[in-house]
């Protein structure tokens, strides 16, 4: 059992910045595919970045989001910057079992879900 939880989101200006934190329990954080969705009201849950052999992001943040980890502290971080603005969205961290997935994108393919953290950012 791995249990994840987010912190960090908030109401951020456009163009601001902000950095999500995701901690995991558990002793095999370091073997495990980690990712960033989100979700806005009425909308479906979708990806925004992964950590894996290597990194992946939708096309939207690339270049502005970079995802790492601390496998010491068992964390991942999502740095979200020149932030656009848009609705309001929920962001969850999610643990998979396969560091080497090619399917990092797919809500199916991640076992563990945060609580999620809410991100709005105003014009």
Excluded: H
């Amino acid at each position: 059992q791995v249990q994840l939880v987010e912190s960090g989101g908030g109401l951020v200006q456009a163009g601001g910045s902000l950095r999500l934190s995701c901690a995991a329990s558990g002793r095999t954080f370091s073997a495990r595919l980690m990712g960033w969705f989100r979700q806005g009201p009425g909308k479906e849950r979708e990806f925004v970045a992964a950590s894996g052999i290597n990194t992946y992001y939708v096309d939207s943040v690339k270049g502005r989001f970079p995802i790492s980890r601390d496998n010491a502290k068992n964390t991942v971080y999502l740095q979200m910057n020149s932030l656009k603005p848009e609705a309001p969205a929920v962001y969850y961290c999610a643990a998979g079992p396969l560091l080497n997935s090619r399917t990092y994108a797919r809500v199916s393919s991640y076992e563990y879900w945060g609580q999620g953290t809410q991100v709005t950012v105003s014009s």
